[in-house]
Nanobody, 122 residues
Framework: QVQLVESGGGLVQAGGSLRLSCAASGRTFSGGAMGWFRQAPGKDREFVAGISWSGASTRYADSVKGRFTISRDNAKNTVYLQMNSLKPEDTAVYYC???????????????WGQGTQVTVSS
């Protein structure tokens, strides 16, 4: 069983920054890949970023590449999403996920946090 708790969302102006955090518990955090997804109103949930268990490999959606950075601190059982140069189209509920990472791709498992709202005003 895995428990994931996101924090750090909020309201920010376009061009601003936010850092999301996801605290994990319930399994050996350092043994698993982690990812971030988001869901905007009326849209499907989409992949944002993924990171391997060691942190050495990362993958990003094209829409956030160069603006968002995923990282992890295994000593704190926490994964982060640094979001810079935010755009109104980044507005969504952001979800943390525990999954797998291989063949340079992230594969979500059915472990999700409750989500944190990010709103970017124009």
């Amino acid at each position: 069983q895995v428990q994931l708790v996101e924090s750090g969302g909020g309201l920010v102006q376009a061009g601003g920054s936010l850092r999301l955090s996801c605290a994990a518990s319930g399994r050996t955090f350092s043994g698993g890949a982690m990812g971030w997804f988001r869901q905007a109103p009326g849209k499907d949930r989409e992949f944002v970023a993924g990171i391997s268990w060691s942190g050495a490999s990362t993958r990003y959606a094209d829409s956030v590449k160069g603006r968002f950075t995923i990282s992890r601190d295994n000593a704190k059982n926490t994964v982060y999403l640094q979001m810079n140069s935010l755009k109104p189209e980044d507005t969504a509920v952001y979800y943390c996920n525990a999954g797998s990472y291989f063949s340079d791709s992230y594969y979500p498992h059915n472990y999700w946090g409750q989500g944190t709202q990010v709103t970017v005003s124009s």
